[in-house]
């Protein structure tokens, strides 16, 4: 137990609530458990988000409410797909009914600042939804000052910098599954956590730009990975954390005029 840490369910509930009165803000990680290569484990989605949000929460003095572990079904064309043994998701009736219900929860604590971190690309519209069923509920029961920010931290990671990270050309956030955003924050973060030398280092997936259901296996590449991480080093990863973490506190004092 830490007096001082930025994430919820670290601290004791008198400190918690201490840390949220008074027009307290809290952050709500969002990721997946999902497959990304063979070179990192399957919390990625999670381990970034709570982490992004944690070097906002220090920013900005939010607390960083215990991540949403599970995400939507992995997309062929932004995961590598659902299919790939490992990759465990919810549906998005669920997700949907998360975030409603962490919503409801927190305004419950008095909290009218929330800003949902997303880590999972394919979460985004099922948080979005629950969102509003919870907005439209606390003002049926009177609550009119709920405000949610949703951020997805890859939104954050401007054209200046993808240029200084890719200079040997970017493919698209939608390809960068398991390859050099993650692979890099990864090695800046958890190191232990990354084996390089298993990377498969191979050119970008060519996915059509439609889907089908079920899903053809063999469109997605065989590491599971959409893009080479090779070219990935904790040193980008540096700059993505910084730059990223930097936008999304500032998005969130403008919109909660801090
Ligand atoms: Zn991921």
Redesign the pocket.
């Known amino acids: 137990m830490l007096r001082n840490s930025v994430y919820m369910e670290e601290l004791d509930a008198f400190t918690y609530r201490e840390k949220i009165a008074d027009e307290g803000m809290v952050l709500i990680p969002a990721?997946?458990i999902?497959q990304?290569g063979p070179h990192m484990p399957m919390n990625?989605?999670v381990l970034?988000s709570r982490t992004m949000a944690g070097a906002v929460a220090q920013e900005i003095s939010a607390v960083v409410a215990a991540p949403i572990v599970y995400g939507y079904k992995s997309q062929q064309r932004s995961?590598g797909g659902s299919h790939l043994t490992g990759t465990t998701s919810l549906d998005g009736a669920t997700i949907i009914d998360i975030a409603k219900s962490l919503t409801l929860e927190f305004a419950d604590h008095g909290v009218r600042r929330i800003g949902f971190v997303n880590?999972?690309?394919e979460n985004y519209q099922f948080l979005y939804e629950g969102v509003d069923l919870a907005i439209r509920e606390l003002k049926k029961s009177g609550v009119e000052d709920m405000k949610v920010v949703l951020l997805s931290y890859w939104d954050f990671v401007d054209d200046a910098t993808i240029s200084e990270l890719y200079p040997e050309g970017f493919t698209g956030w939608d390809l960068?599954?398991?390859g050099v955003l993650?692979t890099s924050l990864m090695l800046h973060l958890y190191p232990g956590m990354v084996d390089m030398s298993r990377v498969d280092d191979i050119p970008p997936a060519t996915l059509p730009n439609y889907d089908v259901l079920p899903v053809r296996p063999e469109l997605t590449p065989d590491s599971g990975c959409l893009s080479s991480a090779a070219n990935a080093t904790a040193e980008k990863g540096e700059i993505l954390l910084k730059r990223a973490s930097a936008g999304m506190a500032e998005a969130l004092q403008n919109e909660f005029r801090m």
Do not use: T, Y
């Open positions: 990721g997946a999902e990304h990625v989605d970034l995961g880590g999972h690309f960068e599954h398991g993650e």
